[in-house]
């Protein structure tokens, strides 16, 4: 079975501040991650994908990996309100040549005026 | 990325009766999926609808209950038959996993039984 595992939350924090989502998994296998963010009522958009061990930054998202600890995590830097949502982890599993991800239950993350 | 539109957006159904949720894609897609998202919870999937042939189902999700249809490239449904209460939920239609590991996301039908 395999697991993709969240802190539900919520995480708040408060505006300007750094904001740091977990994700471990249990597939060592994996080779592909990805977090999705999800807005209250809406459908889940993509916001990072990472492939290899280390940062990846793209604005004021940084995606982390660490293939050997099966941990990936998410960096909100200078939060904002707009920011406030539940964040997916998905997880693609490593055989079979499948691309169709395991999500995690989310975070939800509050930031705060 | 494609473009993914479904209906209805939502719905309030009694007891035993069954709704057909469509999905269409802006392109054409081997691969369709359908999710299912309770509250609280993440995003489950139900089954993946390839053309031309029987949809796969995962683990706790049988056709009689959950029979999908997918009739050409662009465009799937989705049946959920017999409802109950527990069968309110979210449901997604998403593309993605053939040249893309990503996955886009319709805006979903949130399913209400009374």
């Not at chain 1, 209250?40 to 930054?57: F, Q, V, W």
């Not at chain 1, 909100?76 to 707009?82: A, F, H, K, M, V």
């Amino acid at each position: 079975q395999k697991e993709v595992e969240q802190n539900s939350g919520p995480l708040s924090v408060p505006e300007g501040a750094i904001a740091s989502l977990n994700c471990t998994y249990s597939d060592r296998g994996s080779q592909s991650f990805f977090w999705y963010r999800q807005y209250s009522g809406k459908s889940p958009e993509l916001i990072m994908s990472i492939y290899s061990n280390g940062d990846k930054e793209d604005g004021r998202f940084t995606a982390q990996l660490n293939k050997a600890s099966q941990y990936v995590s998410l960096l909100i830097r200078d939060s904002q309100p707009s920011d406030s949502a539940t964040y997916l982890c998905a997880v693609n599993p490593a055989s079979g040549g499948s691309y169709i991800p395991t999500f995690g239950r989310g975070t939800s993350l509050i930031v705060h005026p | 990325s494609a473009v993914i539109s479904q209906k209805p957006s939502r719905d309030i159904c009694q007891r035993g009766t069954s709704l057909t949720i469509q999905c269409q894609v802006d392109s054409q897609v081997t691969m369709m999926f359908w999710y299912r998202q309770q509250p609280g919870q993440s995003l489950t999937l139900i089954a993946t609808a390839n053309q031309g042939s029987e949809a796969t189902y995962e683990s706790g999700f049988v056709i009689d209950k959950f029979p999908i249809s997918r009739p050409n490239l662009t465009f799937s449904t989705l049946t959920v038959s017999n409802m109950s209460p527990e069968d309110s939920s979210i449901y997604l239609c998403s593309v993605g996993g053939e040249l893309t590991d990503t996955q886009y996301f319709g805006p979903g039908t949130r399913l209400t039984v009374l």
